[in-house]
DNA sequence: AATGAATGAGCATTCATTCAT
DNA sequence: TATGAATGAATGCTCATTCAT
């Protein structure tokens, strides 16, 4: 229903990028139901009339941080098929796996986000979900002309699963045998565009 | 610093069994934050005063739950640990990745319930995490009885978070690609232990 | 939806009482929206929390406010029906003028809340009229046995109105003609009743 | 203290007329106190800004409003006044009691602006009233030659009262005995002109 | 003059926990 | 020991009004 007001003075743009990065910050140390509009606002160095001002109400604003990430990791998707024809297997392997990697911090509290606000869990975190992977086979297709489209879909669920679980072998901090697992877990994920 | 108060009669074992799965049951609908004291009592129909009884803050009956969790997921690799000589690399493979199926909607409701309080994400998480890699790696030690502890220790982490990985490829509802790509992941995984 | 919780200890009755009461005087003196909770609270000695116990939101209050006036102007007109028999015309109009006089103030109350809560407006009030309108048409059924069942609906209106007029000529402070007007007005019902 | 702004220029003529329609809609379905400036301004298409430009508050938009009803209200007595010496006593009652019904939507927003806005009740609303009710005087002194001051006031009262309570028989949607029990209140009121 | 972003006191409501009964 | 009414700090959100642009 409601959604993010834009805005539209040189003022207002650079308060809600405050804004946004307080919300990403609180969010993410406090989680969804924990954090409180007031210390956003605050850490903002806004009072809470601007914040909703911006934003009308506490899922509007965790909405927009989702979409903040949605759109980073779709961009980086989209760098990687500008230019799949010029990569091999281990290559585009390790192009995939790093996406989520860079973003693995705004991936975690964006999900954390989605999770946090659903009853019916997963409903939401699901169109996110599917639009990765969507995009993932369309470059695993068009890297490979070959590739059923099913086959791409297959594999685009086994990647992306992959992808996100580099991302929690990495960012768990120091435990033994942390560097060789995430090497075993790449080597996989090489091997399993090569051997296609 | 609190604890549960072990029940002692009849009675209370019953009621605690009660109080537990009402909590289960609204932490998992709701969320930590959301869930209240009130109608985690007034679902298990008791009053709100004896469930503090037992559980003298919602925190500990959180953690109660976790416990339970842990138990019955330590039970069932102790199974495991206790036939593994007797167990092929791809029969290895298929006990180890059913257990955490098994136990799926526990398991995510009991890393909902980790993840919700603690504000630095993960830190509790870890004890657990810690506790299961090491029954795996026990296990892969005592099946292969030439395999060196570092190597049983990387080995443990990615099979661990290959079960995890599969856990969330079954529980994710209908979508394309399902079944190949859960095939895909069972075959790497025995092949993973196969080719060792 | 939601309703007032009845209190059931000796203490608890008290406590509605006065927050029943501290209800009344603050809307009475502010209105619905400009009363607030914690006003109310504090008027009736009680924190808040208390309120919120037995009334679950302000619109219950507000509720059982009218619903208080209905039950007394209810019985007062039960009182008249019990002894219509032996009233004549000038009598019965005298008893039916001085209902609502007697409860002026709980009236105006009544209705501004009943006003001040509903987009279309009259809606809700109208069930109150409604059911007043026809405990008058039975007194005059039981008062004048030939009455057929549209005319006492009608005369119902036409009295139940005269005798929210009388109130308003009554409650206006002092203006000039104003005995006068009252006496005027009251000699019109007892004819309407006289000359039946 | 503050009065509305005069528009001097043809463009600020027409957004006061929008504006005044804007507040009579909104604040007659929501309200004084629960209706908002925004909506208001929103609802007549121009900036907040611009409604405080030409009503410095909200109490003097409503004040705004409720003079426009009265100057209505007024310039229909004066004319019945212009034409009082022709008319009989049928006709002056239903003259009259058709003014008020003739303005029945903008009354009752009036009323209820007047109403809401002061803690002790009736204070404002009296000012409007007494010189109504004035005019009503008027026009039955020119009418019957022999009426005294006194009497004249009097009647006023009765009358105005006659003709609020009509507007309210006729505005009440759809109830039993609707038409009769109007038709018995024009009745009485020509006859109360009739056998003076 | 026209605009709409900014402000912050104030409001309704919630809920973990306590403790009188 | 068992119960559930009592408590009040804390939270999400509103909106009249101002004033920089």
Redesign the interface.
Known sequence: MAVAKEPKRQRGIARVARLLDAGASVF????Y??ATMTEIAARAGAPIGSLYQFFPNKDVLADALVARYAEHVEAALDRIKAQVVDLDGSQLADRLLDVLIAHAAER?LAL?LL??RW?Q??VRP?VL??SL?RRIAEILRLWHGKLLE??A??????LF??M??LV??H???R????A??IA??RG?VRR?LTEI
Chains 1, 2, 3, 4 share one sequence.
């Not at 879909?153 to 086994?158: G, H, L, P, T, Y």
């Not at 435990?175 to 942390?178: A, E, I, L």
Request: aromatic fraction near 10%; charge should be negative.
């Open positions: 993410a140390e406090q989680g139901k924990a975690s954390s999770d946090a009853e869990p997963g699901g979900r599917e992977r099913e086959e879909q297959a594999m685009s669920v086994v699963q992959a996100k679980s929690q072998l960012e768990e901090k435990y033994p045998g942390k060789e697992a075993h877990w996989w399993y």
